[in-house]
T-cell receptor, first 113, second 115 residues
Framework: AQSVTQLGSHVSVSEGALVLLRCNYS??????LFWYVQYPNQGLQLLLK??????LVKGINGFEAEFKKSETSFHLTKPSAHMSDAAEYFC???????????FGKGTKLSVKP | GAGVSQTPSNKVTEKGKYVELRCDPI?????LYWYRQSLGQGPEFLIY????????DSGLPNDRFFAVRPEGSVSTLKIQRTERGDSAVYLC?????????????FGPGTRLTVL
């Protein structure tokens, strides 16, 4: 069985500060990992994904994530937060051969001016 | 190009009624997924279609829930005898082939409220 744990349901940072959103996974097979962002009243949008190529993955809007097998982690980072980054972020693992995603509970990011 | 669309955007119904939620995937995508997102939770998988067939319906909570995709494009999620606990946002996603590495593209969701 596969699962995802996101530590911190709510993270608040100041504009310009480092963003770090944590994700740990559990998987009995080599995982494929995804980060999605959800803005209010909008659908989920893919930020980045790990599919067993490079362990450091760069995504849209300046976000990146590093796959660390030894720590079973896939934390999302951005060097400098913008007000427009305020949203809810979901980490997900691919659930098997048929690709359905298993999501964490999400982390709501607030950015203070 | 056009993304995934879902109709209606909001649906309010009374307990015990029947509802249908529609999903229009991205043209050419063979894989289609339904998820349910309750307040404060991440999306939970309901059912996966590959073409016209339901390849995995293990996430459907009970036999009141049913989904179809008769022509391999548009899909309809059907809920019979709705209960207050069915209130949630129902999300649809499509991907090119259904491979585990494929990006899933999500629609804006249908917010279902059961009174």
């Amino acid at each position: 069985a596969q699962s995802v744990t996101q530590l911190g349901s709510h993270v608040s940072v100041s504009e310009g500060a480092l963003v770090l959103l944590r994700c740990n996974y559990s998987s009995s097979v080599p995982p494929y990992l995804f980060w999605y962002v959800q803005y209010p009243n909008q659908g989920l949008q893919l930020l980045l994904k790990y599919t067993s190529a490079a362990t450091l993955v760069k995504g849209i809007n300046g976000f990146e994530a590093e796959f660390k097998k030894s720590e079973t982690s896939f934390h999302l980072t951005k060097p400098s937060a913008h007000m427009s980054d305020a949203a809810e972020y979901f980490c997900a693992v691919s659930g098997g051969s048929q690709g359905n995603l298993i999501f964490g509970k999400g982390t709501k990011l607030s950015v203070k001016p | 190009g056009a993304g995934v669309s879902q109709t209606p955007s909001n649906k309010v119904t009374e307990k015990g009624k029947y509802v249908e939620l529609r999903c229009d995937p991205i043209s050419g995508h063979t894989a289609l997924y339904w998820y349910r997102q309750s307040l404060g939770q991440g999306p939970e998988f309901l059912i996966y279609f590959q073409g016209t067939g339901a390849a995995d319906d293990s996430g459907l909570p009970n036999d009141r829930f049913f989904a179809v995709r008769p022509e391999g494009s548009v899909s309809t999620l059907k809920i019979q005898r709705t209960e207050r606990g069915d209130s949630a946002v129902y999300l649809c996603a499509s991907s090119l082939s259904g491979a585990s590495t494929d990006t899933q593209y999500f629609g804006p969701g249908t917010r279902l409220t059961v009174l």
